[in-house]
């Protein structure tokens, strides 16, 4: 189970520092990581509506590279933040379970389920049962949570990645053999999902509970990634190029995934450092607005029309209403959380 961490004050910190020595990894706060870097990172199924709360990575990386990872939650109503401690199953991906106070972390070496614990005002973590010499990485819930699809591949096989389906209410886990690049599945209905291999978007439906692949939705060669059919066109990002169809949205000044994102009624693009500008599901332009860095984005909101984005460690939410687009600052995931539950681990 991964625990919530406590505040560190100056007359621990000495302690502390020596509990980290000996029963690493723990908890760890600044103090003891002066001289140490941090990343940040969401994921598209990072928010609940249920839980109000959004999950993201902080990545602490010293000059030999990224050496712990953590998982932090932000609680929208009591404006907070939490960090769960690591363990030496690195989370890789997450994703909550529509309606649930629960989600799903996957890991080099399996996944894990978390469910919210009342008794500590935190989550709980159990292993789901699924085949071994795997590595689970991207992955996603079906509408109503009845299956999630996740890429795994075997390396000491150096398979390619395949297209893994689990449902919760069978405990049950099936490897479809379908090719499936590390990139997120995208879910159409329980039903249908859409994945990408070599450059092809396919699309799987899941027919008394066996996959098989329907058809070939679209193939490029330059295909970045696919984030879905909006009214019958495909969003995709090819090279620097925002695409709908054969409609270009907008051109990047870098290539960067991060940089789209789409809600269930907008699409948001952060072209460059200065602006972001909203589309429609037709891709009609809905308003632009300026800002004062990059903005890359990772979880769709609360709203239909909202997500959330970062600015470095600033946690922003993206917001389209009619032709004006609003962009809000929600707080800075690497100070000292505003509630009393935490710290950061910077």
């Known amino acids: 189970?991964?625990?919530?961490?406590?505040?560190?004050?100056?007359?621990?910190?000495?302690?502390?520092?020596?509990?980290?020595?000996?029963?690493?990894?723990?908890?760890?706060?600044?103090?003891?990581?002066?001289?140490?870097?941090?990343?940040?990172?969401?994921?598209?199924?990072?928010?609940?509506?249920?839980?109000?709360?959004?999950?993201?990575?902080?990545?602490?990386?010293?000059?030999?590279?990224?050496?712990?990872?953590?998982?932090?939650?932000?609680?929208?109503?009591?404006?907070?933040?939490?960090?769960?401690?690591?363990?030496?199953?690195?989370?890789?991906?997450?994703?909550?379970?529509?309606?649930?106070?629960?989600?799903?972390?996957?890991?080099?070496?399996?996944?894990?389920?978390?469910q919210a614990d009342a008794s500590s005002d935190g989550y709980g973590g159990t292993a789901i049962e699924c085949p071994t010499d795997f590595i689970y990485n991207h992955c996603a819930w079906s509408p109503t949570g009845r299956w999630l699809a996740v890429n795994c591949y075997n390396l000491e096989r150096a398979s390619k990645p395949v297209l893994g389906l689990y449902s919760p209410a069978e405990k049950k886990f099936m490897m479809s053999g379908i090719p499936s690049d590390n990139r997120i599945p995208i879910w159409r209905d329980d039903a249908t999902v859409y994945v990408t291999s070599n450059g092809d978007v396919g699309e799987v439906r899941l027919e008394a509970k066996a996959p098989r692949m329907a058809r070939t939705i679209l193939s490029e060669e330059d295909l970045t990634l696919f984030y879905g059919l909006f009214e019958g066109r495909a969003l995709v990002l090819m090279d620097k190029k925002v695409l709908l169809g054969e409609t270009t949205l907008a051109e990047l000044d870098q290539a960067d995934s991060r940089r789209v994102i789409a809600a269930e009624t907008t699409i948001f693009v952060s072209p460059s450092p200065t602006h972001v500008v909203a589309f429609d599901r037709k891709g009609r332009e809905l308003g632009k607005a300026e800002t004062e860095g990059t903005i890359l984005f990772g979880s769709i909101g609360r709203e239909s029309n909202a997500v959330f984005g970062l600015r470095g460690s600033l946690l922003l939410c993206v917001r389209a209403e009619g032709s004006h687009l609003e962009i809000k600052d929600v707080c800075d995931l690497g100070k000292k959380s505003v509630g009393a539950s935490g710290v950061s681990p910077r």
């Open 1 to 114: 189970m991964w625990k919530q961490a406590g505040v560190c004050s100056l007359r621990f910190r000495y302690f502390m520092f020596l509990a980290f020595l000996a029963y690493a990894p723990l908890w760890t706060n600044e103090c003891a990581y002066a001289q140490e870097s941090w990343s940040y990172g969401l994921r598209w199924g990072g928010y609940s509506t249920s839980a109000r709360t959004l999950l993201f990575t902080a990545t602490q990386s010293g000059s030999e590279g990224p050496t712990q990872r953590f998982l932090g939650t932000y609680d929208e109503e009591k404006k907070s933040l939490k960090y769960l401690s690591p363990t030496s199953r690195i989370p890789l991906d997450f994703a909550w379970i529509p309606g649930k106070t629960a989600f799903v972390v996957t890991h080099r070496d399996g996944m894990t389920l978390f």
